[in-house]
């Protein structure tokens, strides 16, 4: 064995080690995506943790290597890549079996994503993701499912349309816009990237790179107006600003859209905002952001309509719906708006309370049916814990019963053995003890009624 | 975008897809996992998928290197490896919070591990690891109450003791055994990775190789004889056999073992067995695997004590003891035996199965009231599901109703919505079908209730 150096004990650069309490905040977050998921009627996908490193290009193109992790196993072996998102996996899935999946699929999935960029607020290089996918339907109403599935994890979680807004955009409707502005319809793809990196810089930086792409500053400037505007949309003048902007070809989408967001109970979470346009080329219809109402986190999740790319992938086409969202922004979101619950009602809700807390009275029968008696609770599935101390002040033993398991939630039940036959019973959350002590072959009875 | 060439769309060698039936297998087998870690008290911990290579190499030698999946992010940077198993990380959490941390701390961890092994039964680059780890209890106590949990996880998934044995060994009496054959004490760190080999090795290919290390044929055959022998603790002759081949050294520790293994409920699935020695160098006492009582597949499980370790990654001397047991092997013991329940049965054991399937009876009132009524419903809590068949034959989707979900578990429920006020509601398992329809506003509460 070699004498190890300092660094092998920390976490890579990026990444996050959990303990239980940190950990259960994840699983708290992780088991909301998958109730939200479960009840909108998506079901569960996996993929590998690594791809084809060509799996990534041929969606994305060659300058997302810089982004990755990439690695062979020996040179002119194939390279692979850790994956930066799922959706090439879920694409690869689908077109694998079109012909024989239910249209529309709609498919979920949670796991880990790695991004090789410089860790900052709300960016690490390992961090989680999950995606809800809607495959088969070209209807805005697929679009609005899906929407209202991001809107329900977002109440699910405590937050509220006045803390969060879903912007909701159309690449078409940017499109019109750019055009109507004066843009040559060649000069397109190297608008979008400029769009969504908007945000990122000043008005005259945003005026000055327009200007590299033949855009005189006064219509840069009615540009930056008209993609800072977020409208709700039954506001009279969304449909005006369509109208006029989109030269027709937006307001029929936006007007169907609205409708079902509506009749799915979430259009008060919407607005529309042409400043969304997505960075990654693949999108062709509807796209959207999830931020903050007061615009302090980046973004909480992002998605749209993809109809292109499981053909590409070797699938027929198939129009497709997605979004993806992380924890890193939305756990800043949860706790910039102190909605993550203390970490004994986590354990509460997670179900990883104790039920009972088993200690002895201290006399050697006591001792010895201690571990019996566990085993009994275990079989029977109750989480039952133990006391490992050497002292037989049953005092001091009462309180690591009531200060057992995560942030100090304390178990459902104290057991007190009292000899090799029979133990006290007490009720620690209603105080309630039972008045004579319970026969041990007869406490798991006791403990489920 | 380059054009795709065809092994992007494959998965990699030794990687899995998992549609959702295939990964409801894998939840039904984690599901298992978590829920029996709890119960054992175990608290669930997490780190990076990657670590510094340096962490493995420092515990297991420069010869895993070959074994790893490794990457640089540019020339010079530090190299990094995916996580080949989880101890090493464990062991740095530890170490870095020792002084804070419960005595005795019970974790658990499951996540995917990677090794770059050519792929084959059983052995997988990618899968799926349970861990469970008891630090800072040397007593036999702490390792029967570590192989109880593995035991009850055996049994959870409907394994019995005759279909699977817990092989259990110790390094010391192992070592002794060796002392007893002649093997000079310099020489016993290559003999323990031939011991871990020999089950592979016809026992010719084994005197041979120990005749390497100098043994005698003849001895080399008592050897052999004394590992294949697998005996039951109660059995008289397990303690001659310690007391006259482990010097004395083993009866007492083993003896200790077995009461408590007793205690615990798990004796009937334990056999002394002194051929497991587990290859990892860092085992520095009791050790165990799990296999199938007919020896068909690989081990589903290995673990022991490693009382070394800690200290090796920074912290103080603590005594240690866990187990890691793999999807792979396990689900292939359990196909075997017929034990995956029916993907319906798993549905409704991981409570992925649909709530409520809500169709129209076919009218526009009816046909508008659906998505707000499925947004209520998931509101409330409920799995709900819609058709949509452009159909308006009922009996047609009263069928989708009964054949909803995973393995066509079909819905709990079937709402037939037949105007934009009411809406007929069946119960699917019972048959009843509530009298006369139900208002809209209420469904929520009568599904409840």
């Known amino acids: 064995m070699s004498s190890p150096s300092q660094h092998a004990f920390q976490a890579p650069t990026g990444t996050r080690d959990f303990y239980p309490?940190?950990?259960?905040?994840?699983?708290?977050?992780?088991?909301?995506?998958?109730?939200?998921?479960?009840?909108?009627?998506?079901?569960?996908?996996?993929g590998p943790t690594f791809e084809h490193l060509e799996l990534y290009t041929v969606k994305s193109g060659e300058g997302i290597v810089s982004e990755l992790f990439s690695f062979q196993?020996?040179?002119?072996?194939?390279?692979?890549?850790?994956?930066?998102?799922?959706?090439?996996?879920?694409?690869?899935?689908?077109?694998?079996?079109?012909?024989?999946?239910?249209?529309?699929?709609?498919?979920?999935?949670?796991?880990?994503?790695?991004?090789?960029?410089?860790?900052?607020?709300?960016?690490?290089?390992?961090?989680?993701?999950?995606?809800?996918d809607i495959l088969g339907?070209?209807?805005?109403?697929?679009?609005?499912?899906?929407?209202a599935c991001c809107a329900d994890l977002l109440r699910e979680l405590g937050l509220t349309p006045e803390k969060v807004k879903i912007r909701i955009s159309h690449r078409g409707a940017v499109e019109s816009l750019l055009?109507?502005?004066?843009?040559?319809?060649?000069?397109?793809?190297?608008?979008?990237?400029?769009?969504?990196?908007?945000?990122?810089?000043s008005n005259d930086d945003f005026i000055a790179e327009a200007g590299k792409l033949g855009m005189p500053p006064p219509i840069a400037v009615?540009?930056?107006?008209?993609?800072?505007?977020?409208?709700?949309?039954?506001?009279?003048?969304?449909?005006?600003m369509l109208s006029e902007q989109a030269g027709g070809r937006g307001?029929?989408?936006?007007?169907?859209?609205?409708?079902?967001?509506?009749?799915?109970?979430?259009?008060?979470?919407?607005?529309?905002?042409l400043g969304i346009v997505r960075g990654l080329a693949y999108y062709t219809g509807m796209v959207f952001e999830v931020h903050e109402a007061s615009g302090k986190e980046r973004a909480i999740?992002?998605?749209?309509?993809?109809?292109?790319?499981?053909?590409?992938?070797?699938?027929?086409?198939?129009?497709?719906?997605?979004?993806?969202?992380?924890?890193?922004v939305l756990s800043l979101v949860l706790q910039d708006n102190s909605l993550f619950p203390a970490d004994a009602e986590i354990a509460k809700r997670l179900g990883t309370r104790p039920d009972v807390f088993v200690i002895s009275n201290g006399t050697d029968a006591a001792d010895g049916a201690v571990a019996p008696l566990l085993a009994a609770l275990r079989h029977a599935g109750f989480h039952a814990r133990r006391s490992y101390k050497a002292t037989k002040n049953v005092g001091k033993l009462l309180k690591d019963a009531t200060t057992?398991?995560?942030?100090?939630?304390?178990?459902?039940?104290?057991?007190i053995v009292e000899s090799g036959a029979a133990a006290t019973v007490k009720n620690l959350e209603s105080g309630h003890q039972h008045p004579e002590p319970i026969p041990l072959n007869q406490l798991v009875g006791y403990l489920r009624s």
Chains 1, 2 share one sequence.
């Open 73 to 132: 196993r020996f040179s002119g072996e194939k390279t692979y890549a850790l994956r930066p998102e799922f959706t090439p996996t879920l694409a690869r899935l689908y077109a694998a079996k079109a012909n024989s999946l239910a249209r529309p699929t709609k498919w979920f999935w949670q796991q880990t994503c790695f991004r090789a960029e410089r860790p900052q607020r709300g960016r690490l290089r390992e961090f989680l993701q999950w995606n809800a």
């Open 404 to 415: 057992a398991g995560l942030g100090g939630v304390g178990a459902r039940f104290v057991v």
């Open 222 to 240: 009615e540009l930056l107006r008209a993609m800072a505007l977020s409208t709700p949309f039954e506001n009279p003048t969304t449909e005006l």
């Open 251 to 273: 307001p029929e989408y936006f007007r169907a859209l609205f409708a079902e967001l509506k009749a799915a109970g979430v259009a008060d979470w919407c607005v529309l905002n």
């Open 21 to 46: 309490a940190e950990l259960a905040r994840v699983r708290y977050v992780q088991d909301a995506w998958r109730r939200v998921s479960l009840r909108h009627g998506f079901d569960e996908i996996d």
């Open 179 to 201: 055009l109507n502005k004066g843009v040559e319809r060649e000069t397109l793809p190297k608008w979008f990237p400029l769009l969504d990196r908007a945000g990122k810089l």
């Open 301 to 328: 999740a992002g998605g749209g309509r993809y109809d292109t790319l499981i053909e590409l992938f070797g699938g027929p086409l198939t129009p497709a719906v997605g979004f993806g969202m992380g924890d890193v």
């Open 137 to 147: 339907d070209d209807s805005p109403r697929a679009d609005a499912e899906l929407i």
